[in-house]
């Protein structure tokens, strides 16, 4: 059984479009949340950690959590082409071993 | 800092051979990782260390894998023997301590081909 679950995509949105991403997860006690992007071909990056109900935002990067929904989305504003990569969601379990798991990711296109 | 180091970057080898990969952490952090990336699966963790003590490997898919981590400075991922369905890119990964904050550093990876 999966535990963070994304759509695989791809998403293709146009350029200077408003990108939405979007992950769950099962573990109701987890606590640490993160997005990593990875460009093909590349190991991945982090890009966003969220740890509280609410937005977090970092220039065009929006990070949401919704704890008592158990999911966390990323908003990516003005997309550009460069843009365009897989978007992983990670969740740190909440426990001794705070292992993180990875969703599959969301492939992102950014059309120009 | 050179960021995790990890080689081969690229490996082919026959089914039934020895597979070894090889990683150096970035230096000062204590926690490693191992993970495996498939299309089918995605990004699986396969097993970590905290301060060189392997603490979890539940997922390490079968008796053919192990890994070691010798030193701060070294750690190893073994599958022997090999088999196709091996195939996929192995990622080490480091941090810093292992509280929410701490961010993984990946490496560049060891794309593996077993034919």
């Known amino acids: 059984q999966k535990e963070v679950e994304q759509n695989s995509g791809p998403l293709s949105v146009p350029e200077g479009a408003i990108a939405s991403l979007n992950c769950t997860y099962s573990?109701?006690?987890?606590?640490?949340f993160f997005w990593y992007r990875q460009y093909s071909g590349k190991s991945p990056e982090l890009i966003m950690s969220?740890?509280?109900?609410g937005d977090k935002e970092d220039g065009r990067f929006t990070a949401q959590l919704n704890k008592a929904s158990q999911y966390v989305s990323l908003l990516i504003r003005d997309s550009q082409p460069s843009d365009s990569a897989t978007y992983l969601c990670?969740?740190?379990?909440?426990?001794?071993?705070?292992?993180?798991?990875f969703g599959q990711g969301t492939e992102l296109s950014v059309k120009p | 800092d050179a960021g995790v180091i990890q080689s081969p970057r690229h490996e082919v080898t026959e089914m039934g051979q020895e597979v070894t990969l090889r990683c150096k952490p970035i230096?000062?952090?204590?926690?490693l990782f191992w993970y495996r990336q498939t299309m089918m699966r995605g990004l699986e963790l396969l097993i970590y260390?905290?301060?060189?003590?392997?603490?979890?490997d539940s997922g390490m898919p079968e008796d053919r894998f192990s890994a070691k981590m010798p030193n701060a400075s070294f750690s190893t991922l073994k599958i022997q023997p090999s088999e196709p369905r091996d195939s996929a890119v192995y990622f080490c990964?480091?941090?810093?301590?292992?509280?929410?904050?701490?961010?993984?550093?990946f490496g560049s990876g060891t794309q593996l081909s077993v034919l």
């Open positions: 990964a480091s941090s810093r301590g292992q509280g929410g904050s701490e961010k993984l550093f």
């Open positions: 573990d109701r006690v987890s606590q640490s």
């Open positions: 969220i740890y509280s109900n």
């Open positions: 990670a969740v740190r379990e909440n426990n001794q071993g705070g292992k993180l798991i």
């Open positions: 230096s000062g952090h204590d926690y």
């Open positions: 260390f905290n301060n060189n003590v392997p603490i979890d």
